[in-house]
């Protein structure tokens, strides 16, 4: 009845697998990360390319809900040149190894702190990373998802971050993750 796109995963195989997705299940996703993060508009700075997971929904988060994007490369960032922000909550996506690369400039921590969320995910981010976005007051958002799930599925809320919690957080509304006896995640999302 609609069409379709097929995202590029490696997952944890390794082997290249295309994850298909439609207009529900992005819009699950896009749904489930406004409520859990309370916002009913997303500003973005894209950094990541709009073929990977964590790019594309940085773009359909403001898509969806009329708010600003505004790509910028990674290149360009990296070297200090920021973008300037108008008001509003502004939400960034990074692995952890950008976020150790921009904590690695003194003047970037100020501009980090604009944000509403930075998304730290793509891998698992060391505890001495974190610590030090902590000690530098950053709003992160360690989360867990996976290309299958149209990216997030479970985020640590800044709030708690900055309050010392660590972890990939709750599950956001659109997603039921349990753990079952054999230590298995079992993950059910609308997306």
């Known amino acids: 009845e609609h069409g379709w796109l097929c995202l590029p995963t490696g997952g944890s195989s390794g082997a290249l697998r295309w994850a298909r997705h439609d207009q529900d299940t992005l819009a699950a996703a896009v749904r489930g990360g406004c409520e859990h993060f309370a916002v009913s508009q997303v500003n973005a700075v894209g950094v990541l390319p709009l073929h990977h997971v964590s790019g594309l929904m940085a773009w359909m988060r403001c898509a969806l809900t009329g708010g600003r994007y505004v790509p910028w490369d990674w290149a360009d960032l990296e070297a200090g040149r920021w973008p300037q922000l108008a008001e509003g909550d502004w939400f960034l996506s990074v692995v952890p190894t950008q976020l150790q690369r921009l904590l690695g400039r003194p003047d970037a921590t100020d501009w980090l702190r604009r944000f509403r969320a930075i998304f730290v995910g793509g891998g698992p981010a060391w505890p001495e990373l974190l610590e030090r976005a902590a000690d530098a007051r950053l709003p992160l958002a360690p989360g867990y998802g996976m290309t299958e799930t149209a990216a997030m599925v479970a985020a ?17 509304p659109h997603a039921r993750l349990t753990v079952n ?10 997306s």
Do not use: N
């Open 181 to 190: 006896e054999e230590g298995v995640i079992q993950l059910t999302a609308q």
């Open 156 to 172: 640590l809320r800044p709030e708690e971050f900055l309050a010392g919690r660590r972890g990939c957080g709750s599950a956001l």
